[in-house]
């Protein structure tokens, strides 16, 4: 299983873009990256998934480089709303036993 | 739709008592997962079920049994409740395996006094 290193915390400020990187040097072939978002006292909720290059949709982007060692979550924009714990998961579907690293609490100021 | 429900949303037990958190989906997922979450810390799988009567263990089973009887519920059930067992229960349930999209229940807030 890869294992992930993310920072622990980030302060930004709303209307900022907020980048979160995520390493997984020993990231497999079949890997695929997947990140989440939790508010206090709820459970987590998906975000992206992506394999290689750049995925976009409505809430975030994830850039992952060729060599797929890293990837980065870009939050647009931040408000006040998106102070959350976001989680970065890589593996592939029969990773049953993945389990949820600590995070990033990202904390947006007004 | 309601997605993955979890009951109670709180309960307090004494040690030693036992009992079973419901988990259920209506989303007809094969996938289903019980983690733990101690304050500050992220999420342990506890348990695992890739579908009806095959379960599997995770990184912290001890104290805990589950079942699953059909596609739809999946319980946890502690045996003898200990101080250690105080956390947040989440139930998550996906389509196929891991990696795919987890929806996650609102969890249950569990204390052992």
């Known amino acids: 299983l890869a294992k992930t290193t993310q920072p622990i915390s980030m302060d930004s400020y709303e209307g900022q873009e907020v980048n979160i990187t995520c390493s997984h040097n020993?990231?497999?072939?079949?890997?695929?990256i997947t990140w989440y978002q939790q508010f206090p006292s709820q459970g987590p909720r998906f975000i992206i998934q992506g394999y290689k290059t750049k995925v976009t949709n409505e809430v975030a982007s994830l850039f992952i480089p060729a060599d797929r060692k890293s990837s980065t979550l870009s939050l647009p924009r931040v408000s006040l709303s998106d102070t959350a714990v976001y989680y970065c998961l890589v593996g592939r579907s029969n990773d049953y036993k993945l389990s949820f690293g600590a995070g990033t609490t990202v904390t947006v100021r007004a | 739709n309601a997605g993955v429900t979890q009951t109670p949303k709180f309960q307090v037990l004494k040690t030693g008592q036992s009992m079973t958190l419901q988990c259920a989906q209506d989303m007809n997922h094969e996938y289903m997962s019980w983690y733990r979450q101690d304050p500050g810390m992220g999420l342990r799988l506890i348990h695992y079920?890739?579908?009806?009567?095959?379960?599997d263990q995770g990184e912290v089973p001890n104290g805990y049994n589950v079942s699953r009887s059909t596609t739809e519920d999946f319980p946890l059930r502690l045996l003898s409740a200990a101080p250690s067992q105080t956390s947040v229960y989440f139930c998550?349930?996906?389509?196929?395996?891991?990696?795919?999209?987890?929806?996650f229940g609102p969890g249950t807030r569990l204390t052992v006094l």
């Open positions: 998550a349930s996906s389509y196929q395996g891991r990696t795919d999209t987890q929806y």
């Open positions: 020993n990231i497999a072939t079949n890997d695929y």
């Open positions: 079920s890739v579908g009806a009567g095959i379960t």
